[in-house]
């Protein structure tokens, strides 16, 4: 079984983003998309990033398009997007596919660790959440309904808890 930091999905630029950076810190893992319902959840997120960083949450965004095909864009357009219309500074990272056969190899390890409801592994929508500790275990998901303000509780006992 791959530990969390063994992971590096690609960044806007294509790169390899290693996960390895954030060892220590907590990650909350958002699949994200710029023309969904729940789009206005990145001004949560941010609000999140903000509030949380400096005690050490990251939040990654990972814009995917497997859904309603609501993230068309490549990655300067989506990256234009976040930016002029949430203000978002957390890192967004490159597009990826959530589900199948060409899923983010994290995104098939953190459906391993936590199913969602009934059991199921798979993706159901935009915005579903991974919380990771700072030692590395992914610790809940949250649905697209979820909204980011409601995970301060989660996210500040994760904070409080030793690597």
């Known amino acids: ?4 930091y063994a992971f590096a999905p690609r960044d806007a ?3 390899p983003h290693a996960l390895d950076r954030y060892r220590g810190k907590v ?3 958002v699949n994200t998309a710029s023309k969904c319902g729940f789009t206005p959840q990145y001004e949560g997120l941010e609000a999140l990033w903000r509030r949380y960083g400096a005690a050490g949450l990251v939040v990654l965004g990972l814009p995917c ?3 309603g ?16 219309t949430y203000d ?3 890192p967004v990272l ?7 056969d060409g899923a983010e190899p994290l995104y098939e390890h953190l459906k391993r660790e936590k199913a969602g409801l009934l059991g199921t592994r798979a993706i159901k929508w935009n915005f579903t959440k991974f919380l990771v500790g700072r030692d590395g275990t992914v610790l809940a998901r949250f649905g697209p309904r979820t909204k980011p303000a ?11 808890a030793p690597a």
């Open 94 to 100: 490159a597009k990826v596919a959530v589900n199948g």
């Open 69 to 84: 095909a609501q993230e068309p864009g490549d990655a300067a357009e989506i990256a234009q997007f976040c930016s002029l």
């Open 88 to 90: 978002v500074t957390f």
């Open 150 to 160: 409601a995970l301060t509780d989660a996210i500040e006992t994760a904070l409080a």
């Open 65 to 67: 398009n497997q859904f």
């Open 1 to 4: 079984m791959r530990d969390i």
């Open 13 to 15: 630029a294509g790169e």
């Open 27 to 29: 990650l909350l893992i």
